[in-house]
């Protein structure tokens, strides 16, 4: 039986309990099944995927909007170009840049601490994370509960769940739209 290297760790079983015999190639069945049909699907559905995910990353340019204006987004995101994140349960936001030439990923924000501790709220983490997407205008998250929504309304950032599930560039894109389209209506 071999060790990993950095924690000792045996592959299979544990020091001193050798299990390798049980995981041997004579244990694996001789024949396979491969179901065609299923597989050709999943394959099918894999390339939809990517196809959506493509296009997800394109560069969006909202449509007719001022030059000037700049919208800074947060996203909470388990990847997949989607947004599809528990505000709580986030690691990281990723931070993009809406304006009139479109939709551009600035980079990614690592959270230290997060929010959600097992269905209870962490008040001092959240304290952090304010701070650390201050500088944002939205935080766009699949859900998010009512005290973290409070905060981030009081530091001046909007929180919405509103694009749940949906392609990150499209959504920024169309609530940057939205909200040219608000400011004209206001002026």
Known sequence: ?????????????????DRGQEFTLDKLPETIEVNPAKREAYRRQ???????????????KPAETRPGRVLTVAVASKGDALINQHFGHAKEFLIYRADALGVKFLGARKIDDQYCQGGLGEDSSLSR???LIRDC???????????????????GIEPSDAYAHEYIAPSIAALYAARCAEADADA
């Open 46 to 60: 894999i390339e939809a995927k990517r196809e959506l995910a493509a296009f997800a990353r394109m560069a969006v």
């Open 129 to 131: 994370i304010v701070e």
């Open 137 to 155: 205008d939205v935080m766009l998250c699949a859900k998010i509960g009512g005290c973290p929504r409070g905060e981030l309304k009081a530091a």
């Open 1 to 17: 039986m071999r060790h990993c290297r950095q924690c000792r760790a045996d592959a299979v079983g544990m020091l001193g309990e």
